[in-house]
């Protein structure tokens, strides 16, 4: 059972390139969604997707774009890579609203 | 916005020792749940507990969502129970969609 995948696990970029944070669930889940984990600050939802073709803001969805062209995927964009972009990045899903999530291992990304 | 604290902030319990979690959320919720993250970074769903109580082993908790705090109970811990637990809210926002928050955390270290 592959649960939620997230790639790359470990990634760093120069300030200003851009990349795509992947995630993929196989269990038909319906919602989806991305959270930055900062020190001290627990997570932050940055966007979210209620199904496919259906994408929301989170708390914190400046400098991320997402899409959802098919249930099994959820791919976070940034645009342009800041420093502040620095953190831990979990993706999530559940069969759908108010009910149990799952995480990915999470992606350590750095920008220099 | 809605305020979710955790406390205690850092805890450090003797192994076999029992403990009590606690979250304070500052408006009605439609969602709470537990997470552990390991000293790994994984993060696990331990409840989905919008209210009443639940028991799984030797963890068990308790939402009143009345009164807007919930509790997480730690019984006969043991070293592996180490690492951060968070409560997590969700409600829905003025447009429409809905937020998830998460408290900062609660860091707990069980000493063999």
């Known amino acids: 059972n592959a649960g939620v995948t997230q790639t790359p696990k470990f990634q760093v970029l120069k300030t200003g390139q851009s990349m795509t944070l992947q995630c993929a669930q196989d269990?038909?889940?319906?919602?989806m969604s991305w959270y930055r984990q900062d020190p001290g600050m627990g997570l932050r939802l940055i966007h979210y997707s209620v199904g496919a073709g259906i994408t929301d803001q989170g708390e914190v969805p400046n400098g991320y774009n997402v899409s959802r062209s098919t249930t099994e995927d959820f791919p976070l964009r940034l645009l342009s890579a800041a420093p502040s972009q620095t953190s831990v990045y979990f993706c999530a899903s559940s069969i759908e609203r108010n009910t149990e999530a799952f995480f990915g291992q999470g992606t350590r990304l750095t920008v220099v | 916005g809605i305020q979710v604290e955790q406390s205690p902030p850092d805890l450090i319990l003797q192994e076999g020792a029992n403990s009590t979690l606690r979250c304070n959320f500052s408006?009605?919720?439609?969602?709470l749940q537990w997470f552990h993250q390991n000293p790994w970074g994984q993060l696990i769903n331990l409840f989905y507990i919008p209210s009443g109580t639940k028991q799984n082993g030797r963890l068990s908790a308790t939402t009143v969502a009345t009164e807007r705090y919930s509790l997480l109970y730690i019984s006969s811990s043991q070293t592996t129970d180490s690492g951060v637990y968070f409560c997590a809210v969700e409600r829905v926002g003025y447009t429409g969609g809905f937020k998830t928050i998460f408290g900062a955390g609660t860091r707990l270290f069980v000493k063999a």
């Open positions: 408006d009605s919720v439609n969602n």
């Open positions: 269990m038909n889940h319906e919602y």
